[in-house]
T-cell receptor, first 109, second 111 residues
């Protein structure tokens, strides 16, 4: 039932783009994206609701394909500060939030 | 300052000794939840609460109890801790479908 995130890890050079995918086997009410740096608590990036909205946050945007129960997080022109582990959370109609195992992103100068 | 506080931040205890981890938020949020985080498994929701006196089981509720007597507080209770409950625990609060604010985490070791 845990959403499947891919890739598990990715290494980029500063300025390159990345896509992180999140796929759920159950019907979703919303998808939540967070970033966690080592030794810190997760920090909110964005939420996507049913309807396939694409939301943006600086150079980070995301989409939600309701039919496929998939969401993708797009990081454009990555910066060193983007390093960390990215988690997607899938919220169902009971407001239970189940998280993916995370995607570790390493940005090199 | 808007924040979620957890206490204690670090705890080492022995098997079977009841413990409580407190969580408090000052943002008047309805939704509060507890997570445990283990390497390779990501975050797993233990319990969540939509409002006062309303709590629901998350993904991994076994061995844990919660209560929501006041809107701002959501303590996590381990009646009889076992070594497999050694983990990093996060409390979070937010609007029901909205940004969640995480506490700093509590690192629990059960020997």
């Amino acid at each position: 039932q845990q959403p499947v995130q891919s890739p598990q890890a990715v290494i980029l050079r500063e300025g390159e783009d990345a896509v992180i995918n999140c796929s759920s086997s159950k019907a979703l009410y919303s998808v939540h994206w967070y970033r966690q740096k080592h030794g810190e608590a997760p920090v909110f990036l964005m939420i996507l609701l049913k309807g396939g909205e694409q939301k943006g946050h600086e150079k980070i945007s995301a989409s939600f394909n309701e039919k496929k129960q998939q969401s993708s997080l797009y990081l454009t022109a990555s910066q060193l500060s983007y390093s960390g582990t990215y988690f997607c959370g899938a919220m169902d109609s009971n407001y239970q939030l189940i998280w993916g195992a995370g995607t570790k992103l390493i940005i090199k100068p | 300052e808007a924040q979620v506080t957890q206490n204690p931040r670090y705890l080492i205890t022995v098997t079977g000794k009841k413990l409580t981890v407190t969580c408090s938020q000052n943002m008047n949020h309805e939704y509060m939840s507890w997570y445990r985080q283990d390497p390779g498994l990501g975050l797993r929701q233990i319990y969540y609460s939509m409002n006062v006196e309303v709590t629901d089981k998350g993904d991994v509720p076994e061995g844990y109890k919660v209560s929501r007597k006041e809107k701002r507080n959501f303590p996590l209770i381990l009646e009889s801790p076992s070594p497999n409950q050694t983990s990093l625990y996060f409390c979070a609060s937010g609007r029901v479908v909205g940004e969640q604010y995480f506490g700093p985490g509590t690192r629990l070791t059960v020997t």
